[in-house]
């Protein structure tokens, strides 16, 4: 098994030309295909130019914590229902370091609200509260799709926050 970056156009491409409810895929060393034997589409992996990764990426942080991965996502599940027919789905996350918890919450457009809070561990950081904003879906499809118990969540304030399975925190982004 493996991890691969397929490209999302292709991707969309194929499935906007599809009239199967179900794609296979199957993965090869230069390329993936996509389909069934009356109609397919093959894509190659890394097409286009990439910035070198370690320019956008920041090599120190003002905060780090590790995080259960699987409560993490009930949270999410938990603490998005408000904004879940919502096109953004913006869940806030609070991090309180003197408290040692993490805090999800939403407000939907009709008024609903709903608040999780979980244990962090391994805290190292600022003192202060941080706060960001994601979408709970694409958080939870990328946390659900990791092979780990926990996450080693790093940021800085006003910046994207980089998680990591805490096993493989130096080869896995």
């Excluded at 609070?94 to 979980?118: A, I, R, Y």
Aim: glycine share 6%; hydrophobic share 30%; aromatic share 10%.
């Amino acid at each position: 098994a493996g991890r691969f970056l397929v490209l999302p156009k292709s991707l969309h491409s194929y499935i906007s030309a599809s009239t199967s409810p179900e794609i296979g895929i199957e993965f090869f060393s230069d390329y993936a295909v996509f389909g069934s034997p009356e109609q397919m589409l093959i894509s190659p992996y890394g097409e286009g130019k990439y910035p070198p990764y370690e320019k956008i990426i920041p090599q120190s942080f003002a905060a780090s914590f590790q995080i259960n991965a699987k409560d993490l996502v009930q949270a999410l599940k938990s603490a998005s229902w408000p904004v879940r027919q919502e096109f953004n789905k913006r869940v806030k996350v609070s991090v309180d370091p003197s408290k040692m918890e993490l805090t999800l919450s939403s407000q939907g457009t009709t008024g609903d609200s709903s608040q999780t809070t979980l244990p962090i561990s391994d805290y190292e950081g600022v003192q202060e509260i941080c706060e960001q904003s994601f979408n709970a879906d694409y958080l939870s499809q990328y946390i659900s799709g990791l092979d780990t118990a926990n996450l080693v969540w790093e940021s800085n304030p006003g910046k994207p926050s980089i998680l990591s399975p805490q096993e493989k925190k130096e080869s896995e982004i």
